[in-house]
């Protein structure tokens, strides 16, 4: 575990370097993406700019409802507690929904047509949250069930996992396969020009964060009838799935 990397000197939160490498990389390979299917560039920066803002506040307001209880109110106006409060704790969904609902409001002030980018570059959201998982590993939070089989991890003293007891990588396994969700759907738009690459990835990451959820350890997730709440927003988002496929299958 490394909370913190040292650079020439400087020490860079490990989590905040991850996102940054995997931004960096997504929109290297997004700028030959547009190049080889003939699109703005531009405007793919443009709906980047707006979904990063969107992602920050949804993936925010979702943790703070969701560790409400866990918070300590009283302290909100101190300054420190306030800045520790603002710097970590983000929740995935939130993010995604606030995200892609900050992308509509793009496409439609500058003109642009936001669904045909989103179809085409959803595969950068699973790469980046690559990035992310292991970051949290790095970081030692969103950490996994206490485990003694093959490739169980022990954090040491000073993270957010509890020291010396040996757990599930399932910061790492979610980051495996979102690679893979990722390379798939990356795949599938340059050689088939594929249709449903965000109902694909909408079913193919809810199946897979609803089955994790049941590795994690940490307590600040919120559970409700048995289940996360990332669980019932997976539920949901397959429901979602559904209707959009329905949806689209009727207007064809």
Known sequence: M????????LHIASY??????GVLLANIIAFF???????????????????????????????LAVAFRQIEWSRI???EYFQQLMQGGFVFYGGFIGGIAAILLAGRIHKIRAVEYIRTYIFLIPMIHCFGRIGC???GCCYGVPYRGIGAVTFPEGGFAPAGVKLFPVQLVEAG????????????VLRRRFEWTIEMYLLLYAITRFVLENFRYDAARGM????STSQ?????MVAFVVFLVKRRRVRK
């Open 2 to 9: 490394h909370i913190f990397i040292e650079i020439f000197g």
């Open 16 to 21: 905040g370097l991850m996102i940054t490498l």
């Open 33 to 63: 993406v547009a190049r080889k299917l003939n699109q703005d560039f531009n405007d793919v920066i443009i709906l980047e700019g707006y979904s990063f803002l969107g992602a920050f506040l949804g993936a925010k307001l979702l943790y």
């Open 77 to 79: 106006t101190d300054m």
């Open 137 to 139: 590993f790095l970081a």
């Open 177 to 188: 396969c979102l690679l893979v969700i990722s390379a798939c759907i990356l795949v599938l």
């Open 224 to 227: 409700y009838f048995g289940l």
């Open 232 to 236: 019932w927003i997976s539920i949901g």
